[in-house]
């Protein structure tokens, strides 16, 4: 087989050749560009009086001041810098100019001008563009002609050049290209008779600087140049002010509960209060009505952990609360110490932090003791040996640790009538701790096991749940839906897994109780049991999954936790309905409705759900049978177009949630649906990089194609319309910023920089000017994953990759602008979204399932902010302040 030639190998070589030979010529040619980029700095170093840029019969501009253009630039031709693809690198391309050959910061572009500033380059950087060439705006450098002789050819004369020439001249205007970059400006005050390299303006970021004479300003991500243009309402950078928005987040209801995939989670307290978690968050829930009636009531909430809860205790005083978290990671990749907080129901204040340093991966199990009055906490971690530990609750201190066992710890509990005992549940084992000494000696403390045995009967696969009888035997659940009744015994030597103690733990007895796995057990104060989990569904609806946690409420109520992340009220004779519910998958797609305190979400569990903000209920629910990823209202509210992962889109009537559209545009994922504010057309961004736009009824019900907006090289990822319905403003995945004339024929406006002005119905683009301030130093361009500017355009909301919703300025044109930021989200932050009247702020999270509602404190009144903006770009640093 060696040797031997492949029928491709012969074309493959060829190429192979072909691309080296061209890496060559590159090479070479980059250092012709070097060395001409340098003699074309120190040629822009020099001051040169303004009499002497005057040729013969072009006399300059008053007040302009201007450069020598290095010999080897042809009198016709400005350099362009565009970018290719994804890729960083430049290159010139040579567009011919009508203006004036000695033109430099001349007058402002002609009526009717295609050109921008910087050429045909997408202002993030996109090579989707193009156009001819012209003057441009005022204040943009430009490279002085020579005079024109009359036998010197135009650049698109047939003739203009001998091939010979050409690379040289193209090698030249390249590096005057390169030189353009260098000039700078902080102020729009030097423009006219002010020489730009006189004021090249402040240290530059690393993220941000401004250039062309103060008009625009420029950022990177990942190391491509994304230029924005700054408005002309704004006369001086400096004077406008900085600082957080006097405006404040309150959290005011979180919908969901995880019950999916966690336990240990759902008690009453003392108070009456029903104490749950979901993300980062532990909600303290009080139920309005009786029972088996509407839920209402209010909602508390502790916000004192910094990652995922994972597990609750509550003290034998109904009152102190005992919550562990999960370990987490930073922004920055590194991982962060699991702890376990105990902390005042009734004021919400911490009393103690337990075990930081101690833990690893996160707390999977916790139970208070009983016997003494809660004196102890014994916690299971989630590292790989489950490390069992017992702790003394008023000092934090470690009385006694043991590595528990390499298979999964479900459930940790006290005897309730002797706290050296102590029980733990998993995978296929129930262990029977005795915990001895230790009590105020650190770490003196012993802890020896007994495994329970399961003789003559089935070892089930997993033991989620147990609970302690009066009579002090105890009950587990397990994965084959029986009961077992555990009691201890003389220890018998022919007896396998006795542990080698004088006594052992056994099956007393064994009922079959469920279908499927038990998961809760709960013991009643009168002595009775209920078990609930399982396939059978024997004490709720089946379509509110299966029964996750049981608690005791007042008198005969009951509190049900299920597997589809619902909280259930009521009791056994008059049946359960839902108090809370939420999604049970990740979440993205977000919309609030125009006239309505209501919002709308989807998701990954392809659920549809419309959830009344006033009463904190969900209105109703569909099946999307496909992912959702994005919505919006009509502006009737009337009805709602839904975008789905395979490219199709319906629109539904939101009284009768009856589909009365079903498109498909591409086979790929939709990521923004966004209807114009007349509500004539519907803009839809697909992954194929294509925006489909459409004609749509005054209703909302029916919708004919209208056009194609093509010219993104990547996926579109956020857009918004004009306050006129007549043009768009996208983003891609390559950090493009493209407009469109939609009324004019989904056309790509070609020149940016005449889009400054323009006035937008609503901001959820993540790229732009009035908002490039909240992207943090050194983002990777994915940091941020949606951003929503309020009605009264005071403020601006911003959901980033690391749990936080932050609250900015608008406009929030300051490099490392400051904000206030809210944890409480336990995955990235998905969508924000204000409700219509901005009265409250909806966010989501991602995997973590839960939508967050917040109440907007501060807003200094209604109505529009004033037409001149109040924020603008620094290079100063700025922290965000934590609330």
Known sequence: MDGAAGPGDGPAREALQSLSQRLRVQEQEMELVKAALAEALRLLRLQVPPSSLQGSGTPAPPGDSSLAAPPGLPPTCTPSLVSRGTQTETEVELKSSPGPPGLSN?????????????????????????????????????????????????????????????????????????AN?????????????????SSPGGPGSRRSNYNLEGISVKMFLRGRPITMYIPSGIRSLEELPSGPPPETLSLDWVYGYRGRDSRSNLFVLRSGEVVYFIACVVVLYRPGGGPGG??????????????????????????????????????????????????????LLKLQEIGLGAFERGVGALAFSAADQG??????????????????????????????????VLAVGFNPRDSSCIVTSGKSHVHFWNWSGGVGVPGNGTLTRKQ?????YKKPKFIPCFVFLPDGDILTGDSEGNILTWGRSPSDSKTPGRGGAK??????????????????????????????????????????????????????????GTTKNALLRGDLAQGFSPVIQGHTDELWGLCTHPSQNRFLTCGHDRQLCLWDGESHALAWSIDL????????????????????????????????????????????????????????????GSHDNVIYIYSVSSDGAKSSRFGRCMGHSSFITHLDWSKDGNFIMSNSGDYEILYWDVAGGCKQLKNRYESRDR???????????????????????????????????????????????????????????????????????????????????????????????????????????PATPSRTPSLSPASSLDV
């Open 294 to 347: 509407p839920g209402g009531g209010g909602q508390r909430h502790y916000r004192g952990h910094t990652d995922c809860v994972r597990c609750l205790a509550v003290h034998p005083d109904g009152v102190r609360v005992a919550s562990g978290q999960t370990a987490g990671v930073d922004k920055d990749g590194k991982p962060l110490q699991p702890v376990v907080h105990i902390w005042d129901s009734e004021t």
């Open 503 to 560: 006594e052992t733990y056994g099956i007393v007895a064994q009922a079959h109780a469920h279908e499927g796995s038990i998961f809760a057990l709960c013991l009643r104060r009168d002595g009775t049991v209920l078990s609930g989990g399982g396939r059978d569904r024997r004490l709720i609806p089946e379509h509110f999954g299966a029964v996750r946690a049981i608690a005791e409420g007042l008198g005969s109520e009951l509190l049900v």
């Open 106 to 178: 001349g007058p402002p572009a002609p009526q009717g001008a295609s050109e921008e500033p910087s050429g045909t380059q997408s202002e993030g950087g996109g090579s989707s563009s193009s156009g001819a060439g012209s003057p441009g705006p005022p204040g943009i450098l430009r490279p002085l002609q020579p005079p024109q002789r009359a036998d010197t050819p135009r650049r698109n004369s047939s003739s203009s050049s001998s091939p010979s020439e050409r690379p040289r001249q193209k090698l030249s205007r390249k590096a005057i290209s390169s």
């Open 452 to 456: 329970g045995v399961f003789g003559k």
């Open 625 to 684: 049978k496909e992912t959702g990823l994005c919505a919006d209202f009509h502006p009737s509210g009337a009805v709602v177009a839904v975008g789905l992962n395979t490219g199709r889109w319906l629109v539904l009537d939101t009284e009768t949630r009856e589909i009365v559209s079903d498109v498909i545009d591409g086979n790929e994922q939709l990521s923004v649906v966004r209807y114009s504010p007349d509500g004539l057309y519907l803009a839809i």
């Open 181 to 197: 970059l260098l000039v700078r400006s902080g102020s729009t005050e030097s423009r006219g008779g002010k020489d730009p390299l």
């Open 375 to 408: 004196a102890f906490l014994c916690v299971v971690d989630d590292s790989n040996e489950h490390m069992l530990s017992v702790w003394d609750c008023s000092r934090g201190m470690k009385l006694a640790e043991i590595k528990s066992t390499n298979d999964s």
């Open 759 to 865: 006035e937008w119905a609503t901001y959820t683009c993540v790229l732009g000017f009035h908002v490039y301030g909240v992207w943090p130093d050194g983002s990777d361009g994915t940091d941020i994953n949606s951003l929503c500017r309020s009605h009264n355009e005071r403020v601006v909301a911003v959901a980033d990759d690391f749990c936080k919703v932050h609250l900015f300025q608008y406009p929030c044109a300051r490099a490392k602008a400051p904000s206030r930021m809210y944890g409480g989200h336990g995955s990235h932050v998905t969508s924000v979204r204000f409700t219509h009247d901005d009265s409250h702020l909806v966010s989501l999270g991602g995997k973590d399932a839960s939508i967050f509602q917040w109440r907007v404190l501060g807003a200094g009144g209604a109505g529009p902010a």
